[in-house]
Structures are given as C-alpha cells and as structure tokens.
C-alpha cells in the first residue's frame, strides 16, 4: 500500500518543474533588465549573485560586458595583429598556453584547440600591447580562457582588457606587493568568523601562499567543473574585486574539521589547503562569502591588513561612477538583509548561523583588533619569504 505524501514534500518530477519554472522566470528577467533603457545593472548583477548566475554561456555574452560597463562599440572592433617575435612577453605566453589542456573542454579536436590556443595568445599580448604598464604574471592566461571559451576573441580582448586595468590591475604590477596586500585580507577574515581555526594554521606558520593561484586566477586554475568556473566568474564580475579573497576565506572555514585534524606543521596544512576539493557546495559558498563581505567590508579589514587602499578596491569606484547604477555592494546587503528577516521570522535558527546575534557581538569586539595580533609575526614572515621567490617557482603545473 503506498504510503500518503507528506504535506510540503514534494517528487524529483516536480522538483524538476520548479527548477525549470525558476530559470524560465530568472531567463525573462535578464532580458527585462537588458531591454530596458538605461540597462538596469543593479538587477543584472542581481541575478549574476543569486543562485544559478546566469544559467548560460549566451546569457554571459549579453551581460557580462555589462557587468564590466564595457561600451557596446568596443565590443564591435575586429582585433588587430599582434606582432610575436619582438615581444618581451611572448616566450613565457607561449609556455603558459601550451600547458594549459585541461583548461580545454575534454574531446575538443585537436585542430579546434590549437586554434583557440593561438587566438589566446593573441588577446594576451594584445592586451599587454595597449597598456604596457600591465606586467603579465604566470595564471593571467587562466582567466583569459575562460572568457574566450564564453565569448570569443573579439568580446574576450575587450572584456579581458577591462578586467585588467581594474579587477586584476593588483596582480599586473612590477613587484608582487599589492598582491600580498590582498593575500593579507585572508587570516582577519577567518579569525572573525572562526578563531580556532584562524590560531591552529597561525601555530602551523602555514601563511597565506596556499591561497595564492585561486586569487589571481579565480579558481580557475583549480576547478576542473569549467561550470564551476563561469558560476564563480558571474559572482566576482558581479561583486568588488576583492571578493575572491572572501571566497577563498569561506573554503577554507567550510574544511575546518579537516584543518583542525590535521598535523600542526606548515608542510601538512599548507599540502592540505592547496588541495581544493572539488565537490564543494558552491551556492552555499557563495551566499556566505556575499554574507561575510556585508559583515567585515574591505574597509574595515583594510586597516588591518595594510596603512593603504589596494588600487583595486580605489578603481572599484570606476563602475559606480560610469554605469550611475546601484552599488554592487547594495545588492548583497539587501539580499543579507532579506535573509535575516526570514531567520528572525522563523521559531528555529539554524545552528552555527554567523548573524546570531551573541555571534555578532564577538565578531564586533574582534573587529577592533589590529593585523599584526590577525595575522602574527611568524606567519607574516613566511607569506613574504615565499612571496618574493614566487615569481621564480613554478606555481602552475
């Protein structure tokens, strides 16, 4: 006899449906908000932060340019010939690019892949050309894939050139200093929302290096799911340039029971932490990094982490500036917000929830404590050795 269904449950048949309902009504949304005139940008980086993004690569084609506020005309140029032989950065591109088969969809023809190889070389050196005060850095070429599987050469070069007078502009300097500026946001970040683990890596003296390939190639270097990537780039093209680094925070307090079962040596954790897994819930993730960038802004940390604004988060204004739209950083508030009303309205919190408010008071009385007790001296002393041999190691395999 069948059992009676219970009230609110529902068959995987109907989960499909609603499924497929959300994203017909998220699909008619975009277009809503593209058609409009202006382009509403607030709902489009809306629906790049909320789960799903932007549900496709043709999506992407339309919104990401808006994201960046790239001008439509721009979008338009045919690329011009970049010129090989002379250029400085020409030999390490070209080692960078040949290693980069994973990155490429599996059982791609070999013909069709050597194809999008040359035309990556090109928007890299095209872009460097340009703009010749951007150093181009070993993984730079991780993120410029990943556009140029989305959109092509031609949308990929503008938008690749947008991202990297501004998200990236931190990571294209001479010196690696901006860099470890950002890598310095980590360990404020994780001692807030969880001081055991932020102690057990400081007595490990693991540092921040661990953490180094996701930031500046936003995971992709990392992520084999190339869905897992694109969903990530919504987000971050979506939010401020700083949001990897919270990202990167949310990863490693969601492993806190394998960091805290691990030996207390640097070789352990740091072996441990590099190793990013690969089935990670990365909706949850990304709705707690969104929660933790509205609880500890950049500026609040940046007192701590260092005397001075890295240029990305100053260039951030940029797009606030120029597209005249809501702040990105609106959204997550708002959507914080929403989500606080409905914890508050219901008669059950869910535990370990960041926004209790006995959780808030603690997270407010350590706001107040400086990077050097964050961080430590230790640690601090291996993120700057190792930073300054890194751009002498092989950090990519």
Known sequence: MEKPRRDGASSPRNGRQDGDTRRKRKTAD?????????????????????????LTDEIRCQVWPRLL??????????????????????NQVLLDVQRSLRRFPPGM????????????????????????????????HDIVVTFLLVVGERMATALVEKLSTHH??????????????????????????????HDFMQQAEVGTVFALSWLITWFGHVLSDFRHVVRLYDFFLACHPLMPIYFAAVIVLHREEEVLECECDMAMVH???????????????????????????????????????????????????ASTQQRPDSVLRRRRRQKQAALES????????????????????????????????????????????APKLDLFP
Do not use: C
Request: hydrophobic share 40%; net charge negative.
């Open 69 to 90: 506020n790239v001008a439509p005309h721009l979008l338009d140029q045919d690329p011009e010939t970049v010129e090989r032989e002379n250029n400085k950065d020409y």
């Open 109 to 140: 023809p070999d013909e069709q892949r050597e194809g999008l190889q040359e035309e990556l070389i090109d928007i890299i050196l095209r872009v460097l050309k340009r703009n010749p005060q951007l150093h181009y850095y070993q993984g730079y």
């Open 30 to 54: 975009i277009s809503q908000a593209l058609s409009a005139n202006p382009v509403d940008v607030a709902t489009l980086r809306r629906m790049a932060i909320s789960e799903g993004g932007l």
């Open 271 to 321: 072996h441990l932490l590099s190793q990013i897994p690969q089935d990670l819930p990365y909706e949850t993730l990304i709705s707690r990094a969104g929660d933790l960038f509205v609880q500890f802004p950049p500026s609040e940390l940046a007192r701590e982490a260092a005397a001075h604004e890295s240029m990305a988060a100053s260039t951030f204004k940029d797009f606030e500036l």
């Open 168 to 197: 990236l502009r931190d990571f294209m300097d001479p010196t690696m200093d901006n860099t470890k500026h950002i890598l310095n946001y980590l360990m404020p970040i994780i001692e807030r929302v969880n001081p055991e683990v």
């Open 346 to 389: 219901s008669t059950v919190s869910p535990v370990g929830a960041v926004s209790q408010p006995s959780t808030a008071r603690r997270f407010m009385r350590l706001a107040v404590m400086g990077l050097t007790v964050a961080l430590g001296a230790a640690a601090l002393a291996v993120v700057n050795t190792a930073l300054e041999w």
